[in-house]
């Protein structure tokens, strides 16, 4: 348990899901140096969010922008660095775009998913893939592991319909085909019209109404498929996987609300396929051996059908091949050691007149070593990254060989007890995107890479008390400092409505996260969870010295935002209630009173039933979200949903 | 407590004379400069564009009586406006006791009165680009047109009466037509063909007024955009260039002969006082560096003569950061010269004398792009 901070694992209420779990890829409770949050899947059950980009909402230090709906971009961006400098992997491996570096995790569904994770500088294990080393943040999303309490077949079918049309129907089967061997496979649709009330409505400083206008969002529609499959294999002293993924999606673009536009045309198709296998083995008693592979095709089709505007109409593809060597050495009981190689190769082809089809071939070699004291933990790695690439025409951005450097820390001054002092320092960078270099009018690929320098300190508590009310109590706090240089901005050329990509961006941030928990049991039925975040961020853009703004908040970035969750248990039954709050933000650095944005809070409430039948698991759960009926905006322009609702229900067979 | 009583009742007292008192209005805004005692011209008004998808259109008002600069005068004199002014304010215009602000994103042209900045009609012209003003009807040219089987689209341009403010007719140009110019009857349309920068559209079209037809092209150059004319019927326009191997150009058009001859200068921002057009020319360096230069100079509308040397003081043109516009007093010829800096903070308004010195500054909204003097 040491250091691991699961805040939420005291969410223990159900039955069927004390079952273990056949153990894949790490040891589940190795320690971390890093901040680490998870989201089990408990609470990604009992949160019952449409998406993970909705439940990572609920960890410290975590920005989210959510253009509104259920097909809506939701993007996140962990301390302030930017979207893309965070890493997020599925299944250990992570999810490219070299077109614009964005993941948006509104695709991404908690239906299939085990946990969350979401660590701060760098996971730690030891034996780990070049890859994970070289993202600012990360966050980890891992499937569903086939998991039998009686026979070998188990089949989950769940419905869940609500408000905006919403019919999201899933299924999951699982199979154990002998004691080594098992699979999974399993299909979600998703469709939604999209469709909600907003409010625009303006009063006088004298109380009189000036307006007041109800609107219907248009153009959100989406269709989306998800099927996946894998192959999970054991082996003596070792195990492997093999998974296919694609996700198939058709939607609408509802865009900004401006005055006399409120409704867009714009129309979206993505399909996104990967297939990627792992296999992991120690080899001898000191050598172990971790080897990857994927090959994905992301293909994304964008119409502008309205001649108002530029129509468009354009076909993106883009491929990556991925492969990756990671080996750890254990030269004595308390030191490690790691040297990994990965291999990516990217190409975007597009449709685009005058286009470059621009092809990347990426390199890493990460060396780290791991010292592992009683009291004191030290990991340090140092990434290498060689990136090269070729245009079909046109100058190519020239070749990069950059190293970057981690360090970090964990003393445990106590032994008895589970309280960590942690400290890190990482140099990160990332390479200018696809779109960063070939996309803008005025092609820049003389861009160089952008760097984030992080700084960390922070503790960690953790309480437990084996049969008393109050079961555990957990905190955990960090403050940081993030300095972003280099960092890729766009800015108008010679005509303004040229825009070109410069590395003139500096951004210094300081920030603390806090989050605790809870656990209570009592007379055996009752349990009873309460967690709770609190960001602080001061995150200035220091671009231009000479600028009156100098030193404004970036945008979108409330100085402070809080997040709690309360759920109570008894007898197969939940209630969950859950709160966010962002404060004040400005949409532009220029933190002056027009570019101002209200803060807000949403009230989420859920009450669920479950119980178990002979062969039978169910669960029904009734979700009621923004109770306040607020109308807010996340993004200007974008308005966010007022109140509605959500039933699930869910039937698992074995 | 009872003590306080009398005290209390004296502030009151105080506070209700203080109240009944008569004081002449303050004038809103900020004192920017000292008041001009009869000024020529009553003010002007400066809209700012904003990002696309901001709904972020502002419109300033300085006042030459009471030397005060008001920002966002629209929202305030209109509130019950639903979502203010709206999305991308591009263009401004003075014409008789009306003032019209092309909002290019909001898909429409705000008709206000002149002197009040109050609303009187929004035009339904989606993606207007700019207008012409002749005889009591206004003309604004647009880009949505029709689709063209080989994909391209083209432009037109619509007559709106100024009385009435009713749509009227309408006629069909060359490719995403840009600025005008009404001249002996005709109206002369610079078509660029922005959208195909593989293919841009090189043609003046030039359309009768009587029957509103296009009558004929004049070829040019690519990329055409600013249009202006010389008092002695010269017409100038100028080409944006392709950004790569052609470069920016201004030509000098005689439309009797259609003869064409290129002046080797661009033009990014121009504003003419009697038969000289004050001109704001952005060159774009090469790479890596792409280093910006802007270059400021006069032209002689009636003789072609360029005069390169600035128009601005040293002091001036050093502290803007990007110049977006300009305008220049009709009377007294003072110059105002607006700077977008980085488009995404508020811009600034510098305020010269004839000889270029700096009178005052003020801050902007985003994106200060249109000035409009009102008499």
Known sequence: MYADMVVVSSFDTTKIYELEEIEFAQPRRKASVAPLQTMDNKTLTLLNTQSVADAIRFFSGVQLKDYGGVGGIKTINIRSMGTQQMGVFYDGIQLGNAQNGQIDLGRFSIDNLEEIKLYNGQKTDILQSAKDYGAAGTIYLTTKVPQFTQGKTRFTATMK??????????????QKWSENISTSVSAEYTYATGRYHFQHKKIAPNGALLYDTTMVRENADINAVR??????????????????????????????????????????????????ASFQKQVLSFYELLAKAKYAYDYTRYLNPDTTTQYIDQSYRQQEVYASLANAFTLYRWWKVALSADFQWNYLQADV??????????????????FNWQYVKVNASV????????LQKGVASPNRNVFTPAVLLSVRPILTELFDIRAFYKRVFRMPTFNDLYYTFICNSSLQPEFVDQVDIGITYRFQWAGKVLESMGIQADAYYNYVTNKIVSVPAANPFRWQMMNIGKVRVIGTDVSFDMGFRW???????????????????????????YGGQIPYTPWHSFSAL???????????????????????????????????????????KEWTGKRCHFYVSVDVNNLANLQYEVVRGYPMPGINGKMTFKVTIE | MKRRKPFFLLTCLSLLMIACTPEPPMPEGVPVTDPVQNPTYSGFYLLNEGTM?????????????????????????NPQVVDGLGDVGTGLYVYGSKMYAIINGSNLVEVMDAKTATHLASLQIPNARSAAFANGKAYFSSYAGQMQTDGTQLGFVMEVDTVSLMLGRQVTVGRQPEEMVVKDGKLFVANSGGYTPENYDNTISVVNMDSFVEEEKIPVAINLYRMFLAPNGTLYVSSRGNYADVASNLYAVNTMDKTVKALGKGVTAYAIKDDVAYIIDIVYGPAPLYQTEYHYYTLQLNTQQIDNSSFLSDDVKKQIVYPYSIAVHP?????????????????????CNVQGQLQWKQTTGDIPGSIAFWQ
């Open chain 1, 353 to 370: 007149k005058n286009f470059v089809f621009p092809m990347r071939y990426t390199g890493l070699l990460s060396l780290a070593t791991d």
């Open chain 2, 53 to 77: 998808g901001a709904n972020k259109a502002i419109l300033d008002y300085f006042d030459y009586a009471t030397g005060y600069y008001q920002n966002d005068v629209f929202s305030k004199r």
């Open chain 1, 227 to 276: 099927t996946e499959a894998a192959v999970f294999g054991k082996l003596y002293k070792g195990q492997w996987k093999a998974q296919v993924y694609n996700y198939y999606s058709q939607r609408g673009l509802p865009g900004y609300v401006a005055r006399n536009v409120y409704e867009h045309h714009q129309r979206q198709w993505d399909d996104n396929f990967f297939v990627q």
């Open chain 2, 331 to 351: 009377i007294t010829g003072d110059i105002l010269v607006t700077d977008a800096a980085n488009f995404v903070t508020p811009g600034t308004l510098f305020y």
């Open chain 1, 523 to 549: 007379r055996e039925d009752w349990t009873m969870g309460i967690k709770g975040t609190y960001t602080f961020t001061r995150a200035q853009d220091i671009t231009y010295p000479n600028s009156p703004y």
């Open chain 1, 383 to 390: 990434l290498g990254t060689f990136v090269s690439e070729t």
């Open chain 1, 566 to 608: 309360f759920q109570l248990g008894y007898k197969g039954w939940h209630l969950h209630y859950s709160c966010i709050y962002t404060g004040k933000r400005y949409e532009q650095s220029a933190n002056i009173p027009i570019n101002y944005v209200e803060p807000f809070s949403t009230h989420d409430l859920s009450l669920g």
């Open chain 1, 161 to 174: 319909a609500g408000s905006f049309g919403l019919a999201n129907p899933s299924l999951l089967w699982q």
